[in-house]
C-alpha cells in the first residue's frame, strides 16, 4: 500500500527490444521478509533469467530455459507481468497485408482464367475426336481433290439443267424481301450470263437523270451495305428497264431512243444505236410512267429490247437484240397496248405482261415469240408493297428481280418443262 512505500511497477521497451521493468519498494531492510518483496524478487530472477539464458516452448506446452526467451516472455504476457514488443511485428504484418490485398482481384482472374482454360481444353478435345471422326469418313481425300469433286458435280448439274430445256410459266412464290432502301423507284441485278462463282450486284436507284451505279462484291454485302465500287456513266440513264449480261450494263440513254452498251471492266461504253421509231422520254411508258418507254431484258435464249413505236399503234414490241451490236435481228408485235400493263418480263422467248404496278396485279397476259401467239393467263403475283417500277427475270438463276416501292424483292418461279430425251441426264 502508498504508506508502506510501495509503487506500482511498469514496463517498458529499451531501443534494442528488450523489456524493462521498473517498481518502486521500500528500503530492502525493512520488508526483506514480507511476501510482496519476496514475490518481487522472484519476478526480477525470471525476468533475468529470460534474458540471460533463451528459452522456448517445448511440444508438452512448457518452457525450456535453453531456447529463446521472447517465447517466454510472450508467454509471461498473458499473465500480465512481462511486455514483450509485438506492436512493430503487427504493424509489420498489417503493411504486408495492405501490400497484398490488390493482389485479391488478380488471384479471383486467375482462378476464373484456369476454370475457362479447362474447359477449352474439353473442348479442344471434343473437336479434335469430330475431326478425327470426320477424317475417318473423308478416307484419302484431300481439299483440292473434294474441290474438284464439287466442281464435277455442279457441272453435271448444270448440263442436267441446260436439259431441261424451257419451259411456261405456271406459278410465281411469294416475295422475299432482300432490302429496304433507295427511292421508290430503281433497279438491282445480277450478271444473267456469268458463272455461279460470280455473285455481284448492281444497283441503280432512280428512274431518270441518274449516272451512279454500285456494283457490291456479293449478295450479302448488298444487303449490308458494304464492300461496293461506284460507276459513273458517261451518259444519263432513263427509265428502270436495265440490264447486265455478259459483264456489260444496257440502259436506254436519258431523252432520246438510244441503246447504250456500258463495259464494267473497261469502264467505257462499248457501242450505242437508236431504236428506231422506238418511244422515248415517257411517250410509251407503262401505267407507272418513269420513263420506262425501252426496257433491257434477257432469257435463255439471249438480249431483248421491249418497247413501242407510233406505227404500232402503242403496243407491245418485242425485238431480238444482238448483245455485241445492237443490231435489231426480229421483231414482234404483240397487240398488247403498253400504257396498260405493268410491268413485263422474258422467260423462254416469252413475253409474261402484268395488269398493274400496284395492289392487287397478277400475271395477266403471255405472248409466245416461237409461235408469234398470246394467251390470256391468270398467275397470281403478291405485289406485297403495292408499287412495281422493275421486274426482271433472270436465267441464270430463274428468279424474278424486283424494285418494289422502295424495296429490293426477289420471287421464284415454276416452269413446266419439256425434257429433252437426247443423251443422257
Request: hydrophobic share 35%; proline share 4%.
Amino acid at each position: 500500500s502508498p504508506d508502506e512505500g510501495w509503487q506500482v511497477y511498469t514496463s517498458a521497451q529499451a531501443p534494442d527490444g528488450k523489456c524493462l521493468c521498473t517498481a518502486v519498494i521500500p528500503v530492502q531492510g525493512t520488508c526483506s521478509r514480507d511476501l510482496r518483496s519476496h514475490q518481487l524478487r522472484q519476478l526480477m530472477e525470471k525476468v533475468s533469467l529470460c534474458w540471460e539464458a533463451p528459452c522456448s516452448p517445448r511440444r508438452d506446452g512448457q518452457t525450456d530455459g535453453r531456447h529463446g526467451g521472447k517465447h517466454q516472455a510472450g508467454l509471461n504476457l498473458r499473465a500480465g507481468l512481462v511486455f514483450f514488443p509485438l506492436a512493430p511485428l503487427k504493424q509489420e504484418l498489417k503493411d504486408k497485408m495492405t501490400e497484398l490485398l490488390p493482389l485479391m482481384p488478380v488471384l479471383d482472374q486467375y482462378k476464373s482464367d484456369t476454370r475457362l482454360i479447362v474447359h477449352l481444353k474439353e473442348e479442344v478435345r471434343n473437336l479434335s475426336g469430330s475431326l478425327l471422326a470426320i477424317q475417318e469418313e473423308m478416307g484419302a481425300y484431300d481439299y483440292e481433290e473434294l474441290q474438284q469433286r464439287v466442281l464435277t458435280l455442279e457441272a453435271r448439274l448444270h448440263a442436267c439443267m441446260q436439259k431441261l430445256g424451257c419451259g411456261k410459266l405456271t406459278g410465281v412464290s411469294n416475295p422475299i424481301t432482300i432490302r429496304a432502301s433507295g427511292s421508290r423507284f430503281g433497279s438491282w441485278m445480277t450478271d444473267t450470263m456469268t458463272p455461279s462463282a460470280d455473285s455481284r450486284v448492281w444497283y441503280m436507284d432512280g428512274y431518270y437523270k441518274g449516272r451512279r451505279v454500285l456494283e457490291f462484291r456479293t449478295l450479302n454485302d448488298f444487303v449490308t451495305g458494304q464492300n461496293f465500287v461506284q460507276h459513273l456513266l458517261p451518259h444519263p440513264w432513263a427509265g428502270t428497264g436495265h440490264v447486265v449480261f455478259n459483264g456489260s450494263l444496257y440502259y436506254n440513254k436519258y431523252q432520246s431512243n438510244i441503246a447504250v452498251k456500258y463495259h464494267f471492266r473497261s469502264r467505257s461504253v462499248l457501242v450505242q444505236r437508236s431504236l428506231a421509231g422506238a418511244g422515248y422520254n415517257n411517250t410509251f411508258p407503262y401505267s407507272w410512267g418513269g420513263f420506262s418507254d425501252i426496257d433491257f431484258m434477257v432469257d435463255e435464249s439471249g438480249l431483248w429490247a421491249v418497247y413501242t413505236t407510233n406505227q404500232n399503234a402503242g403496243n407491245i414490241v418485242v425485238s431480238r437484240v444482238d448483245p455485241q451490236t445492237l443490231e435489231v435481228l426480229r421483231s414482234w408485235d404483240t397487240g398488247y397496248p403498253k400504257r396498260s400493263a405493268g410491268e413485263s418480263f422474258m422467260i423462254c422467248g416469252t413475253l409474261y405482261v402484268t395488269n398493274s404496278h400496284l395492289a392487287g396485279a397478277k400475271i395477266y397476259f403471255a405472248y409466245y415469240t416461237n409461235t408469234s401467239s398470246y394467251e390470256y393467263t391468270d398467275i397470281p403475283f403478291h405485289n406485297q408493297y403495292s408499287h412495281i417500277s422493275m421486274l426482271d427475270y433472270n436465267p441464270r438463276e430463274r428468279v424474278l428481280y424486283t424494285w418494289n416501292n422502295g424495296h429490293q424483292v426477289i420471287y421464284n418461279v415454276t416452269l413446266f418443262h419439256v425434257i429433252k430425251t437426247s443423251g443422257e441426264l
